[in-house]
């Protein structure tokens, strides 16, 4: 592995352009773009106040930076970096700003989930949708890109609303049989819409895309339920997530259990390698490696570590949780599912883990620390 050099960053707001040409990162009112490879500065912006959110267009020409605090979304272009727009949401507030799938609207949430108003970039026209719920996940698009899913709170109920995205006209609304709905999600194929409840309830419900009810699954009445929900990319499973620390596995024909998988402290899998960290010091140097140890330069913090392989059975490291406060670091709180179907990545809450993510080519990662962002640079195989 290679490290480039460490850059400042902050609220953990870095992101690849969708091309991946390009890394984006803010610190405090700065926007500062960079060519991915040379990791240059392409380009750089001075917003209006602290950025508390950045986002992408889908493809790859505009950045949104939202300031919830003073209620402004500022809108730059790669293009023509002297152009740019500001969003005033004035005395209503801003609570979280989104980019349509297209690129060129943008979606603001008002305060007290008052109301959606859609604003285009390119005819200057704004869109209102009422009763937007306050939920962990109330709005998603279909794949394409043609229909938008909403969560509602009307008279103490839930309901769902699907809006065609062209013109933002209602397609369907149904009530949703949810007690307190806490998020939706289409699958690939933006046939189905999967929707479950709060996590006091194991819930969840499968809609087809005219409010159809096609199926609902319960695993068991607990106090603590569903946490996460992945959808696999062939639509032909659905991966959910609990507080009981497993992952359940639906399919899309009976949208029954098909199996289940555990996070067990205890790696006793005669084919897992796991690495143990021995030593932790500054960094003073390079050290040659040995077939059985792993010395990695974090240079985000500045240290060395050397790691060991551990015989197994291995203990894995967790955080206990206090099941007596809210939102416990306890079950499976990510789910991933890999494009040709054959794996899934789940985090356990517990896990001891820091911030990172993939470059869309695969060959590098973003590491994040509280106020810096570095690269890794993975070595690629020579061919044989």
Not at 125 to 150: E, H, N
Not at 195 to 221: H, Q
Not at 292 to 300: A, G, I, P, Y
Not at 352 to 360: A, I, P, R, T
Request: with cysteine; hydrophobic share 40%; net charge negative.
């Amino acid at each position: 592995m290679n490290f480039s050099e460490v850059f400042k960053q902050s609220n953990q707001l870095c992101k690849v352009s969708p091309d991946g040409k390009y890394l984006a990162t803010c610190v405090q009112y700065r926007l500062v773009v960079r060519d991915f490879n040379s990791l240059q500065i392409a380009h750089l912006y001075t917003c209006l106040d602290p950025v508390m959110h950045m986002e992408w267009s889908s493809d790859s020409l505009f950045i949104l930076c939202a300031m919830y605090k003073r209620g402004l979304v500022q809108v730059w272009s790669l293009e023509q970096p002297d152009w740019h727009c500001k969003i005033d949401e004035g005395s209503i507030g801003l609570v979280s700003s989104r980019w349509s799938p297209d690129g060129r609207h943008v979606l603001n949430t008002t305060e007290f989930n008052l109301r959606v108003t859609v604003w285009s970039l390119c005819t200057k026209s704004v869109s209102y949708i009422k009763y937007p719920k306050a939920c962990q996940k109330g709005m998603d698009f279909t794949a394409d890109g043609r229909y938008m899913a909403l969560a509602e709170r009307r008279e103490c109920k839930d309901y769902i609303s699907v809006f065609v995205c062209d013109n933002w006209h209602l397609l369907r609304h149904f009530e949703s049989e949810t007690q307190n709905l806490a998020g939706l999600e289409w699958s690939p194929n933006g046939c189905v819409l999967a929707v479950w409840d709060s996590c006091l309830e194991y819930k969840i419900i499968l809609y087809s895309l005219d409010g159809r009810l096609l199926s609902s699954y319960s695993a068991y009445e607990w106090s603590l339920g569903i946490k996460s929900v992945a959808w696999s990319p062939s639509s032909q499973f659905l991966a959910v997530g609990s507080y009981d620390e497993k992952v359940r596995i639906l399919n899309h024909i009976t949208w029954k259990k098909i199996t289940e998988f555990e996070h067990p402290t205890t790696i006793i899998n005669a084919k897992a390698v796991v690495f143990k960290e021995v030593e932790k010091r500054p960094v003073v140097g390079s050290e040659d490696l040995s077939i059985h140890q792993l010395t990695v330069d974090n240079s985000l913090f500045s240290t060395q570590s050397k790691y060991e392989i551990t015989q197994l059975p291995a203990q894995v490291p967790v955080i206990k949780p206090d099941p007596d406060r809210a939102n416990p670091k306890i079950g499976i709180s990510a789910l991933a599912i890999s494009a040709d179907n054959r794996y899934l990545a789940t985090k356990n809450g517990s896990f001891q883990v820091q911030s990172l993510f993939w470059h869309c080519s695969g060959s590098s990662l973003v590491l994040l620390s509280k106020e810096h962002i570095c690269l890794c640079y993975m070595e690629a195989e020579e061919e044989k």
